[in-house]
């Protein structure tokens, strides 16, 4: 059980997945469903304070490499125009929105790095990624239990 829940939480930091899949991964695999829950919704809150650091330091040092400032600018420009109409228009309501759809590309790590481009002030932007999170963590743990429950 342990080795699960630490699988899943990796699967909450990674950006590959985040709490989308780290929650279902844990779930099925037998985890305590309200430790799955806590420790897939911290982990994937953890990943703010990262990004914020790596957007704020690293990121200044290592866009002078061409490939590097090549692969920024795509990303960058994928999470703009995924959250730049609602964080634009809404501001905090609208990145909270955003980060809460359980979809690929709208989780917290585009959140922070839409927060950072559009000049979100740090705490509101970490308390939308935070509430955004959670209300996503919420569906996808509501919606895997419901689905578990349906196969037996």
């Known amino acids: ?16 997945g985040e709490a989308k899949v780290g929650i ?18 911290l982990a994937n809150v953890l990943v703010f304070p990262i990004m914020m650091f790596f957007l704020k330091v690293i990121n200044i040092y290592f866009f002078k490499y061409y490939y590097y400032k090549k692969a920024a600018i795509f990303v960058a420009r994928r999470a703009k125009i995924g959250a730049g ?28 790095i839409a927060g950072y481009l559009f000049g979100v002030e740090r705490k509101r932007a970490f308390l939308a990624n935070t509430i955004g999170i959670f209300i996503s963590c919420v569906i996808v743990w509501t919606t895997t239990l419901l689905a578990m429950e349906g196969f037996n």
């Open 85 to 112: 109409d609602n964080v634009r228009k809404y501001g905090f309501w609208g990145l909270i929105v955003f980060v809460l759809i359980p979809l690929p590309g709208t989780g917290v790590y585009a959140g922070t």
């Open 1 to 16: 059980m342990i080795s699960e829940l630490f699988i899943a939480v990796l699967w909450s930091i990674s950006p590959l």
């Open 24 to 41: 279902p991964y844990a779930l099925l695999n037998g985890v305590n469903i309200y430790l799955v829950f806590l420790f897939c919704f």
